[in-house]
């Protein structure tokens, strides 16, 4: 075997070989130099996406706190109104039976002017 790589047509295979061999390693190392860029790259490109995946829940997060707040308040505002309303009503309820205890045709069958004027204001 070594007196075929000694010869003419061996050396020129030997050679061949070492050229390919120094090829292949060449080819290796600007490849493996190519995947550590593209995996440096990419990895900054995950958290990139990472920290506006983050930034992007964080203001929704505030966005609905906003929301809730606002929602609150009217929901504190209507409450008042409804309770200021109920207050009316209920001095309008009291004025009427007030006037209801006052009439002096209250025992009556028949529904006398004051008590019509009344049941009207009901309505």
């Known amino acids: ?4 790589f000694l010869s003419p047509i061996g050396r020129k295979i030997a050679g ?18 190519g995947y550590a860029r593209a995996e440096v790259h990419y990895k900054g490109v995950i958290a990139a996406e990472h920290a506006a995946a983050a ?14 707040n606002a929602a609150k308040a009217r929901e504190a505002a209507r409450i008042a109104e409804m309770q200021a309303q109920t207050e009316i009503l209920q001095s309008q309820i009291e004025e009427l039976q007030r006037e209801a205890s006052e009439d002096p045709d209250a025992g009556r069958t028949a529904l006398g002017a004051s008590s019509v004027q009344r049941v009207n204001k009901v309505r």
């Open 16 to 33: 061949a070989l070492a050229a390919l061999a120094l090829l292949l390693a060449a080819y290796a190392y600007v490849d493996h130099r």
């Open 1 to 4: 075997m070594i007196a075929f």
């Open 55 to 68: 930034e992007a829940r964080n203001a929704e997060v505030e966005r609905q706190a906003a929301a809730n």
